[in-house]
């Protein structure tokens, strides 16, 4: 089945399981380092995804997808040390992690930040040449970028309330508001084309 795929995506897919494998053994016990690795391993299956459909995938959307995928994972590792707060002992290590409670400010504002990045990469990419090949009204992309800021800071205000599972992709399947988003975020790409 594999060798009825693109090349890519079995490159992918090798790239993947060996992170995976190498986050399984150790990475995920390593401070920043795990978050990475998840960010990474998300931005492959999106990559594995392109591949096996045949869909060239832009810089741009990579670059977006990797700081968006860092928040996410960033807004899972909060979530986790929220709950070990709880225990009122700063020193407390996560289970098989290497973050601490007293980690969190700093984990909470890699996570903004990173959600600031990915929606500057969406700022650059509408103002980019790139667009004008693909939309034949590229200003309604401008729609999104509201819609991105609400979605990705109300998640990390409500990770701050206590209001998230660990899991944000969970979160938002369960989420009408994200759905909502989704929706309109839909409907500027299709007003842009």
């Known amino acids: ?42 931005t ?21 997808s990797v700081f968006v995928f860092l928040s996410l994972a960033l807004v899972k590792r909060a979530v986790e040390l929220r709950e070990l707060a709880s225990t009122d002992n700063a020193s407390v290590q996560a289970p098989g992690r290497g973050w601490r409670v007293h980690d969190l400010p700093v984990l ?14 969406y700022c650059l990419y509408i103002t980019s040449p790139d667009v004008l090949q693909l939309y034949s009204r ?7 970028l509201p819609m991105l800021l609400y979605w ?11 209001e998230v599972s660990d899991d944000p992709v969970l979160f938002a399947l369960r989420d009408p ?17």
Do not use: N
């Open 1 to 42: 089945m594999l060798a009825l795929l693109p090349r890519a995506f079995a490159v992918a897919a090798l790239v993947y399981g060996v992170l995976a494998l190498g986050y399984s053994f150790g990475l995920k016990r390593a401070v920043l380092l795990d978050v990475l690795v998840l960010a990474g391993l998300y």
């Open 44 to 64: 492959i299956r999106v990559i594995a995804g392109a591949a096996a459909v045949d869909v060239p995938l832009s810089r741009w959307f990579l670059a977006f």
């Open 108 to 121: 909470q504002a890699l996570g903004v930040g990173s959600t600031v990045a990915g929606v500057l990469v």
């Open 138 to 144: 590229p200003d309604y992309l401008w729609l999104g």
């Open 152 to 162: 990705l800071g109300r998640v990390w205000i409500l990770v701050d309330r206590d």
């Open 177 to 193: 508001t994200s759905y909502a988003v989704g929706l309109l975020l839909a409907m500027a790409i299709w007003l842009a084309t």
